[in-house]
C-alpha cells in the first residue's frame, strides 16, 4: 500500500462518494486546473487505485472519460472486518453457548477442508501437497513458505489476516490444525511448533513423514 497526499487520498474520497467523475468536474470541486486533475488521475492510475472508463454517448461528439476507483482503493478507507468478526463470535457464543460456537467452528473447517482439497492433488506427494498447502495460505494472506528439514518440513506463516477472530476463539486455530491433518492425511503427523496467539511472532507447523 502505498502512502498517498492530502491531494490524491481527496481526490480517492471524491470518486468513492460520486461513484464516477471526469476529469474537469474534479479539477472544478477542488479548484484546480484540469491539467492537474489530470496528473493526480494518472498518478493514481499507476498506482492502481483508479482506472477510466467510457460512458454511453448521449449526443454528439466525444463522450467524456469518466474515472472511478477499483478495489485496491478500499485498503484506505475503514475496515471493521475484524472487530465484526469479533462481535459474531461473541454473539454465537451467547446465543448458542460454546457448543454452538464448536459447531459453527466445525461447520466452517468442513468447508475450508473441502475447498482445499479441490486445489490440492490427492495423489501428489506429501513434500508437493505442502508446497501447494503454503501457495493456498499466501493467497488467503498468511504470508506461508515451506522450509524443508532433514527429518521434517516446516510451514511457516508469517502473518494472520484472522488474527482477531483467533484471539477471541481459540477453537479455530484448533480447526485449521485439524484441517492440515486431514488435508495431509494419514502418511504425516502435523504439529504446531509456533503458535502467534501464544506470544509468538508467527505460526509454524512440523510436519513429520510417518
Excluded at 486546473?33 to 493514481?44: C, G, N, P, V
Aim: hydrophobic share 40%.
Amino acid at each position: 500500500m502505498i502512502e498517498l497526499t492530502d491531494a490524491k487520498r481527496r481526490f480517492v474520497e471524491r470518486l468513492k462518494r460520486v461513484e464516477s467523475a471526469t476529469a474537469p468536474e474534479l479539477a472544478a470541486h477542488f479548484g484546480l486546473t484540469d491539467t492537474a486533475a489530470r496528473q493526480h488521475l494518472e498518478a493514481l492510475e499507476a498506482a492502481g487505485l483508479v482506472r477510466r472508463g467510457q460512458p454511453q454517448r448521449d449526443g454528439r461528439g466525444r463522450p467524456p472519460v469518466v474515472w472511478t476507483v477499483t478495489p485496491e482503493a478500499d485498503a484506505y478507507f475503514p475496515d471493521r472486518h475484524g472487530e465484526l468478526s469479533v462481535e459474531l463470535i461473541h454473539a454465537i457464543r451467547d446465543a448458542t453457548g460454546e457448543d454452538g460456537l464448536a459447531a459453527v467452528v466445525e461447520a466452517r473447517a468442513a468447508r475450508q477442508l473441502a475447498a482445499y482439497r479441490t486445489r490440492i492433488h490427492p495423489d501428489a506427494s506429501l513434500p508437493e501437497r505442502i508446497q501447494a498447502l503454503a501457495a493456498l495460505r499466501s493467497d488467503e494472506g498468511y504470508l506461508a513458505e515451506v522450509e524443508a528439514g532433514d527429518e521434517a518440513i516446516t510451514l511457516l506463516e508469517h502473518h494472520c489476516p484472522v488474527g482477531d477472530a483467533a484471539d477471541a476463539c481459540g477453537a479455530l486455530c484448533q480447526s485449521e490444525l485439524q484441517v492440515f491433518q486431514s488435508l495431509l492425511g494419514p502418511d504425516a503427523t502435523v504439529r504446531r511448533t509456533q503458535h502467534r496467539v501464544a506470544g509468538d511472532a508467527r505460526c509454524t507447523y512440523e510436519i513429520s513423514p510417518n
